[in-house]
């Protein structure tokens, strides 16, 4: 019983004496453009836009307009046809007198790009890298009792990314309050060298810092709280702590019985690290963490937790479709579930480190991680990016991303880089082998690679840098490569959706391949249609502005390549598709032979009116075989195996009605999908993903709104422009419908429809109460939904 009430009596004090931290996001005052002067304290910014962040510029409608695309823009097709430029953030704060002898610090989580601080008029510095977090101490510069001001310029100029970055404040911003002996920046470190069933060895470092003027007695108390909130163990040390300086704790726990973290069951732990100085509590700090091991050989493969486990993994860029890169928690949390239930448990992050709310969500849910530092090194892929500042700046960001994360159980490997120029030449070597070290120097528990393209014979010496090696589109090379060395361990970093079946068997068969990352799991914003048109990218290619490559569109919605991946990852999965008579857009007659990012030309489509010819219908299935029928008439069986990549494909003529695909096993139905003829559009249907949120200024709820016949079956076809009016504690912040070639606001409180569906994005007010989202289009019943806010 002593020890039930001791647990609950720590948990109930974790807020008492932990380190201030609050989240920095509200009312900041924003400008688009040049404000010299606006570094300075004094400066006029009562004219300013006041704006909450998250926050990305690049996203917003172009002054003047409605859209925030424009075939001049500089970024080009890479960027989406958006606009970057130069923004100011201006935030005005008074920290009371009661924290005047505390240490105070201002953390960034990510600004894209270029980054000036300053505060009180007095700068702060630089940070050019537009994915890493970092802070200031600002103990030095700030006031008590009167007002603050905390300045950011942010520049996103020029040709600088290969993909849409968003520009300005996108990550949370956070303020920490800190007694002067308290745990460092990033601090904690948490491994589990020994795992087994029995028990699991935790060692755990955590750095503490003493910034008084005296020598300290300092003890470190750090306690290991299981899912449920109980205590599992304890350990205590003290010593003497000179002015300035800065120690590290070693201790080493037993936990009796581990839970295991895994991707079936993400289980975490807790440690609590209490910092006393005199015996008087001073700090207190939470670390999530899971107990967990990982190896990797090319006997075994990848094993977790000693199991076997291959790799079905997305590469994963960082914008949130509608959100453009704004990172609510929310959009980061949900992109997370929706490719846990579409089969992946491993995401590449492509190509830069992603936000903290996003690798919280993988440990959360369990999705493994491959955590990507660079897109580029010393030689650049565009004039204005980070090769200018690789030289002086990568040890910098890769201490930023390893400090940071490195106590997150999902992440299994650090990625130094991607498809970086030279990769033969001696002098690149000598970089990927820096990077590779410096790494191992941070953290020794996860595994170094790169996603390397051209995977040639000259490349042998750049791949012995890293202990995986990670092949772009070079699924041709698995058993060559490994009759030349046996000890490789290799995996597709990225694969092309059009040969899924090939890339999964390579995964299938070969134990030295450990897992397969497609080219994407995510449709995103930039490289604009490189899943259609194509490359060579060219300013024509407008008004395409997303790369139409993803197995999960923009919306969060399942393409049809997502359904076929399916069949590769699940059993008992049976979809069905229809190839339309006329392309679905214009195509590329220049497009060159090796891009091939894009899906066959099949929409979940049975509304064919006025056709004449027979329309190709291809039924994906993981059944032994698959019926098709039509209006209740068969159309026969077919065998669904590996002889034909899991597909079956039929004439049909056009008939309106029911298309029906069943799949069996043996004389058993397994599963079936259905395609309906629509009848004309009568009505508005809404669904919220969820119909409870938090009154916290940030929470999401995503709301699907289809346009269906008097039935309810969504017209495919079907375009009509949505409006939208909210009324309770809430705000419209992001409206989709997917469609590659719509330039329409992101921002407005209406959109069209495209193939029956669009998308809008309610966030919460900081008040509780209830948000009543109503949609309406010309000629249709319209609809609502309602959203508790708590």
């Known amino acids: 019983m002593k020890k039930i009430v001791t647990t609950l009596l720590l948990l109930a004090t974790i807020g008492a004496h932990a380190q201030e931290t609050q989240l920095f996001d509200n009312d900041w005052r924003f400008h688009r453009g040049g404000a ?27 002054p003047g307009t409605a859209s925030p695309f424009n075939r001049d823009a500089v970024s080009q097709a890479s960027g989406g046809f958006t606009t970057g430029g130069t923004g100011w953030y201006r935030k005005t704060f008074t920290l009371p007198v009661t924290q005047k002898g505390k240490r105070i610090q201002v953390q960034f989580d990510g600004i894209y790009m270029n980054a000036e601080v300053w505060i009180n008029g007095k700068r702060l510095g630089k940070h050019p890298y537009g994915y890493t977090s970092f802070y200031y101490d600002v103990t030095d510069r700030v006031k008590f009792g009167e007002q603050n001001v905390l300045a950011v310029k942010v520049r996103n100029e020029g040709e600088n990314s290969r993909w849409y970055a968003g520009s300005g404040i996108y990550r949370h911003v956070w303020l920490k309050v800190m007694d002067p002996v308290h745990v460092a920046q990033w601090g904690t470190y948490i ?5 087994n069933a029995a028990a699991a060895k935790v060692h755990v470092q955590t750095k503490v ?23 599992v163990v304890t350990a205590t040390d003290t010593r003497e702590l000179t002015p300035g300086a800065v120690a590290t704790w070693e201790q080493d726990l037993t936990v009796r019985k581990p839970a295991l973290w895994s991707v079936q069951s993400p289980v975490l732990y807790t440690a609590v690290t209490e910092v006393y100085r005199q ?24 094993r977790l937790d000693g199991q076997p486990l291959k790799l079905k993994g997305g590469c994963v860029h960082h914008d949130n479709g509608p959100l453009g890169a704004k990172a609510y928690d929310r959009a980061e949390e949900r992109k997370v579930e929706l490719l846990k239930a579409s089969g992946y448990n491993a995401v590449r992050c492509a190509h830069n480190p992603p936000s903290p709310a996003f690798l919280d969500a993988c440990d959360r849910l369990g999705i493994l991680v491959i955590d990507e530092a660079f897109d580029t090194w010393e030689d650049g892929k565009n004039p204005d990016d980070y090769h200018l500042y690789f030289k002086d700046w990568w040890k ?48 020794t528990t996860r595994f170094v690679t790169c996603g390397v393209n051209g995977v040639t014979e000259d490349k042998d010496a750049f791949l012995a840098t890293l202990d995986v090696a990670g092949y772009n589109y070079a699924r041709d090379k698995y058993e060559t490569d490994h009759q030349r060395l046996p000890q490789r361990v290799m995996f597709a970093t990225e694969s092309l959706p059009l040969e899924a079946f090939d890339y999964w068997m390579g995964v299938a068969d070969h134990p030295w391949v450990i897992g397969d990352f497609v080219w994407t799991a995510f449709d995103y914003i930039g490289e604009a249609s490189i899943g259609w048109l194509g490359y060579w990218q060219e300013q024509g290619f407008y008004p395409w502005n997303l790369a139409y490559c993803g197995d999960i569109d923009v919306c969060g919605w399942k393409r049809p390549q997502s359904y076929y991946r399916d069949v590769l990852w699940k059993e008992g ?30 929409l979940a489509s049975w509304n064919w009116e006025n056709t004449v010819q027979p329309l190709e219908v291809e039924v994906y299935s993981s059944c032994e075989q698959v019926e098709l029928s039509l209006n209740g008439r068969s159309l026969g069986k077919k065998a669904t195996n590996r002889a034909n990549k899991f597909t079956a494909t039929w004439q049909v ?7 029906n695909a069943t799949g069996y096993n043996g004389r058993k139905a397994v599963s079936s999908a259905v395609l309906q003829t629509a009848g004309e559009p009568a009505k508005i249907n809404m669904v919220a993903d969820r119909t409870a949120i938090r009154a916290n200024g940030q929470d ?57 569906r669009c998308l809008v994005i309610v966030k919460s007010s900081g008040q509780a109460g209830n948000i009543v989202v109503k949609a309406s289009a010309s000629g249709l019943q319209s609809s609502q939904v309602s959203i508790a806010v708590k």
């Open 279 to 302: 015996q008087q509590l001073t700090d207190r700090t939470v670390t999530p963490f899971g107990i967990r091991s990982i190896t990797i050989d090319a006997v075994n493969g990848f």
């Open 653 to 659: 003529p056009y008939q309106a009605g029911t298309l």
């Open 700 to 756: 999401l709820s995503y709301i699907t709104v289809e346009l269906q016949d008097a039935n309810g079956v969504r017209h495919t076809k079907a375009d009509n422009q949505v409006h939208f009016d909210v009324e309770g504690p809430g705000t419209i912040v992001g409206v989709g419908n997917a469609n590659p070639l719509s330039t329409e606001s992101y921002q407005l409180p209406q959109r069209n429809a495209w193939q029956g």
């Open 36 to 62: 010299q002067g606006a570094d300075k304290a004094a400066f006029d910014d009562t004219q300013w836009r006041i704006v909450d962040l998250p926050h990305d510029w690049s996203i917003e409608d172009l």
């Open 191 to 195: 491994t589990t060298p020994e795992v």
């Open 396 to 443: 910098k960001d890769v201490e930023s991303m390893v400090y940071r994360d490195r106590n997150h159980p999902a992440i299994i490997m650090w990625s130094t880089g991607n498809e970086i120029p030279n990769r033969e030449k001696p002098e690149v070597v000598e970089v990927a082998k820096a990077l590779s070290s410096f790494i191992r120097t941070l953290d």
């Open 573 to 602: 999965q049976v979809s069905v598709f229809v190839k339309p008579p006329q392309p679905s857009f214009a195509t590329n007659p220049h497009k060159v032979d090796w891009s091939r990012w894009e899906w066959h030309d099949v």
């Open 209 to 231: 810092m003493n910034e008084t003027s005296s020598t300290a007695a300092v003890k470190v108390i750090t306690h290991l709280m299981d899912a449920n909130g109980k205590e």
